[in-house]
């Protein structure tokens, strides 16, 4: 965190604050400068219920342009927070997204965003914007993504400046395609046959859609006498469907692990599928060098980002990753997306709190800067048709059956999926953006789009004038 002499700061977040988090991520996201840890004239504080008061009465006093105040769950008024209850359903909001669970509601301010259900977001004393959502887990849960669209009306015109976001794009990964040898060992794996079958049936649909599918790839698979084989001998054809896939542009490889699977815990009858999370730097490097180099003569390409089985990482692991330039995803929270060699999902549990077949969230995502990352596999198919069994939607189940998510996505309005490669270069070029005033200087963020003040939908800079 930087002090009050910062030039650029626009975010203040009390210390200790459960909200720090989320103040830097939008700071990080929108290019809105350091976060503050003195308040400032110019900014607008960010806390939850605890630092309510506080930040209301700053914002009385002018030494705050303003404040946003997360907080969730039910609770009588006490100002300046609304009263608020909960309510289960599904919550219709502007634009068509349709979203499922249990959501808080505010019954007090002046509605910002609304949805079937009632007010998520409110106006107070006309400079507090209050967030029916966690600080903690506020977008990084589905159900959260109107958040966002909140905060993208309140901030330009209390900051009287503009919001710098990335272009609308999202980067969704498959992960364990075809296969592992955690699939192998479980008895759980599928034939090169079907799953040649599913990978062509992805190629096309993602063609199609003039997109990337990312598929995160383990290089070693066993055989039946549990001896370690290269992938391509237990899927050959499924195998060279991923190569061509990649040749072609419609898929990009991420590292996934050796095995995908701990051969020493396997020795004694035990199936440990987070293999990176106990190895020393010695270790981890010489199983990503492994996997580096088969990728790049199997499939044809180095991969530019590297995810360890359910992110468990050793800081061994994390330091051989770094020392060959290769960026780890890690877990979705609350902060910059992008930190030295640490890339972080957006999304945590994608598709939970989904309404049916409707993807429409991501879109609404991508359009306030935040690039959505859904991850798909075989887990998720099952917890998506446990949902959908839950929910009675008897046609969604059936279409669902038919053609996954994962083939539908490519086919979604409003925002482009891309690789992780492009998606870097994106984030590293977002970095480089500098807004002093109003005045926007790009660097070589040459797709960037602007909120300005007074309302108006996101625009691309080269449209404002501005150039890379």
């Not at 272009?167 to 008895?187: E, F, I």
């Not at 549990?226 to 050959?236: F, H, N, R, T, Y």
């Not at 995810?307 to 877990?331: D, I, K, M, N, Q």
């Not at 997306?337 to 972080?344: A, E």
Request: aromatic share 6%.
């Amino acid at each position: 965190m930087s002090g009050q002499g910062e030039e650029d700061g626009r975010l203040y977040a009390p210390t200790g604050s459960a909200a720090t988090g989320a103040a830097t991520g939008l700071a990080w996201l929108w290019r809105l400068g350091p976060v503050l840890d003195e308040p400032d004239p110019r900014a607008v504080g960010v806390g939850d219920a605890e630092e309510a008061a506080e930040l209301s009465g700053l914002v009385r006093a002018g030494r705050l342009a303003g404040a946003v105040v997360f907080v969730s769950g039910p609770g009588p008024a006490s100002a300046p927070l609304p009263e608020r209850r909960l309510a289960t359903g599904v919550a219709a909001f502007d634009g068509g997204v349709r979203l499922d669970g249990e959501f808080t509601l505010f019954d007090g301010g002046e509605p910002l965003l609304r949805s079937s259900l009632g007010t998520h977001a409110a106006i107070v004393d006309r400079r507090i914007l209050v967030l029916a959502a966690e600080a903690s887990s506020a977008w990084t849960l589905l159900r959260g993504y109107w958040t966002l669209e909140a905060l993208a009306r309140f901030l330009p015109d209390v900051l009287e400046r503009p919001l710098v976001l990335l272009p609308p794009v999202g980067c969704v990964r498959l992960d364990d395609v075809p296969g592992t040898a955690q699939h192998q060992a479980q008895g759980d794996d599928h034939s090169d046959s079907r799953q040649l079958r599913r990978i062509r049936s992805l190629s096309r649909a993602y063609r199609r859609g003039n997109a990337v599918l990312n598929v995160a790839v383990a290089a070693r698979a066993l055989s039946p006498e549990q001896a370690e084989l290269g992938l391509e001998e237990v899927w050959p054809r499924s195998v060279a469907a991923l190569a061509k896939g990649v040749r072609d542009g419609v898929f990009e490889p991420v590292g996934h692990g050796y095995l995908h699977l701990d051969p020493e815990a396997l020795a004694r009858g035990e199936i440990e599928f987070r293999e990176f999370a106990r190895l020393d730097e010695e270790e981890a490097g010489r199983r990503i060098d492994a996997v580096l180099a088969w990728q790049e003569q199997v499939l044809g390409r180095r991969p530019a980002t590297f995810v360890a089985p359910a992110w468990g990482y050793s800081e061994g692991t994390l330091a051989a990753a770094a020392a060959r330039s290769l960026h780890s995803w890690r877990r979705p929270e609350p902060g910059p997306l992008h930190h030295g060699w640490d890339v972080h999902e957006t999304i945590d549990s994608a598709f939970r709190g989904l309404r049916g077949l409707d993807y429409g969230a991501f879109a609404a995502m991508a359009g306030a800067g935040l690039p959505p990352t859904p991850v798909l596999h075989g887990g998720l198919f099952d917890l998506r048709m446990g949902q959908l069994r839950a929910a009675r939607d008897l046609p969604g189940l059936a279409r669902l059956f038919l053609r996954r998510d994962v083939v539908r996505l490519p086919a979604l309005r409003g925002l482009r999926w891309i690789g992780a490669g492009k998606l870097l270069a994106l984030l590293r070029a977002h970095e480089s953006v500098r807004v002093d005033g109003a005045e926007v200087r790009l660097g070589d963020a040459a797709e960037a789009y602007l909120i300005e003040p007074g309302g108006a939908p996101p625009r691309p800079a080269r449209q404002l004038g501005l150039r890379a």
